[in-house]
């Protein structure tokens, strides 16, 4: 018989495609910055990976984890000058994308936390921000829209196993102008300030987590599968594969086997190149190896002689696709110090919203 | 997947390229296609996405019910316009073709998939049954799905349901039967 929840599901309307004008304005839209907090996430993987508390270190890169703006093992550093590299390094400029990867797999080092411990993180941050004309209506011209790059310096700490709340400072900088743009007075207003507040697990689990990540495929095939199989969008799958790939290693500890695996297999996306001399967000000189998203360049940044992951960056290869000149950098990240401590420090709870997303 | 929301704002609009198409179609289904509300709803969704996401991050495997409660609560604050479409639809059983330029349009958006009698019994629903109905109709959630996105217990989902499946088959003169 005649059953009414399939009558209406059958009569669901038709309805022509989201246009794309209005879709592009919505997507753009999304660079704006969240109203008081910061986002929680960015940030990506790192110099100095030294072991906190009770953990041995591993492996204690450039010494000043924070950002003195010089890497004391990049020859070209302080004049970015592609060909000159100092005799005993590779020459980064002629590398391919899997030699670097492949060095980069290499290096993986392995902290070997305990479930009970936690992953923290120190990083250096810009992105960008544009945000929605305040009249509320429609696609603003040029003019309406303020745009800058907002830069902070943040540290997270992250439950191991994902059990415990976790917490995140975030230090706002000064922001810098978006090409072309002057920065809006307001940006100004946060910088030099510092906030913290606890991440609540809601008793969920992240994919991200070190016990997460330590089931993934641990072959450079597998993990390249993997690398490949989320859920479909309209973006080339390479472009998905690259975006997951990041997604891994931000501001998370990947074990040593894993992380290995995912460099093996990011060289194999296609489209995924050298750029040679790059410098993250803390300044320090490295190699990117990247692909093209939406007229930008998406770098991992890797030390050139160490070949540890240092951060991403963002640079204009398409002016017309990103909405800026041809060369401007508009993200920018350095992971400064990632080790496992055994404690997250107390912060406040931001959620009045808890109850309401924390099901 | 949803680590991608974890992300800086480039990276969240992974999060938008997987299911702004598919938010907007479940806008456009509500709202008609007239006066830019589907399109306003959609960038509004993910712009309140975007701004809780770090809550959101930590506590949910998939975004779709999420992303759908907070259209949902949008698609509220247009009650009285997808009602007045809805009756517009109604009508047109009553006025045959002869229809104003508005409702015109608004069938339109329908694609005539929308019989006038179930239309005029979706507008007589309480605001809180269609969305709940239509999530489940509409947007393909499960109930558990709908009670996240909803903020409610799968069991008021359940009871909801059976009402709503009550009032349409009175609304629609169905035969009366023993419910599922």
């Known amino acids: ?359 | 997947m949803i680590r991608a929301s974890l992300a800086d704002p480039d990276q969240f609009a992974g999060v938008f390229d997987r299911h702004s198409d598919e938010i907007h179609a479940y806008a456009s289904r509500r709202l008609g296609l007239d006066h830019g509300h589907a399109d306003d709803v959609t960038a509004e969704t993910f712009l309140i996405a975007f701004r809780k996401r770090h809550r959101y991050d930590l506590t949910r495997a998939d975004a779709r019910p999420w992303l759908y409660g907070i259209a949902a609560n949008l698609i509220a604050g247009h009650r009285r316009s997808e009602v007045r479409r809805l009756k517009a639809l109604a009508r047109t059983a009553a006025y045959g073709h002869e229809l104003h330029e508005e409702e015109r349009s608004a069938e339109r958006a329908s694609a005539a998939a929308l019989r006038p009698a179930l239309a005029a019994a979706l507008a007589r629903l309480s605001s809180a049954e269609r969305e709940t109905l239509l999530l489940v109709a509409w947007a393909d959630l499960s109930y558990e799905e709908t009670a996240q996105a909803l903020q409610i217990p799968v069991g008021t989902v359940r009871s909801r349901i059976h009402r709503v499946r009550a009032k349409l088959r009175r609304h629609l003169d169905l035969p009366e039967e023993e419910t599922s």
């Open chain 1, 1 to 359: 018989m005649t059953d009414e929840l399939d009558l209406v599901t059958g009569a669901r309307p038709e309805v022509p495609a989201y246009s794309p004008t209005a879709k592009a304005a919505a997507r753009r839209q999304l660079a704006s910055p969240p109203a008081r907090r910061r986002p929680y996430g960015f940030a990506i993987a790192g110099v100095a990976v030294v072991a906190g508390a009770s953990v041995v270190a591993v492996n204690v890169l450039t010494a000043a984890a924070s950002g003195t703006g010089h890497a004391p093992t990049v020859a070209g550093s302080a004049a970015p000058e592609p060909s000159r590299t100092v005799a005993a390094l590779p020459d980064v400029t002629k590398m391919s994308a899997s030699e670097v990867l492949g060095r980069a797999a290499q290096a993986a080092t392995d902290l070997k936390p305990r479930n009970d411990q936690f992953v923290k993180v120190t990083s250096e941050t810009m992105y960008s921000v544009i945000e929605a004309p305040t009249g509320s209506s429609g696609t603003g011209g040029p003019g309406k829209e303020p745009r800058y790059l907002y830069r902070d310096k943040r540290t997270i700490w992250l439950s191991v196993d994902g059990s415990k709340d976790g917490a995140l400072t975030t230090e706002h900088l000064q922001p810098r102008p978006y090409p072309g743009w002057p920065v809006p007075k307001q940006a100004y207003a946060q910088a030099g300030t510092t906030e913290s507040m606890k991440l609540p697990t809601c008793g969920q689990v992240p994919d991200t987590v070190y016990t997460r990540l330590e089931r993934l495929p641990t072959s450079e095939k597998g993990m390249r599968a993997h690398l490949f199989a989320g859920p479909r969008t309209k973006n080339p799958a390479e472009v998905d594969a690259w975006t997951k790939v990041g997604d891994l290693l931000r501001e998370t500890y990947m074990p040593a086997a894993q992380r290995a695996a995912l460099f093996r297999a990011a060289a194999t996306i296609p489209g995924v190149k050298v750029t040679g001399h790059v410098t993250d967000a803390a300044s320090r000189s490295g190699i990117g190896v990247g692909l093209v998203r939406f007229g930008i360049r998406e770098d991992l940044v890797f030390d050139a002689k160490t070949f540890e992951l240092l951060g991403e960056r963002g640079t204009v290869v398409d002016a017309k696709a990103a909405q800026a000149p041809v060369g401007s950098v508009l993200s920018s990240t350095a992971q400064l110090q990632v080790s496992i401590v055994d404690k997250a420090p107390d912060a406040p709870n931001p959620i009045s919203e808890k109850q309401k997303y924390c099901g």
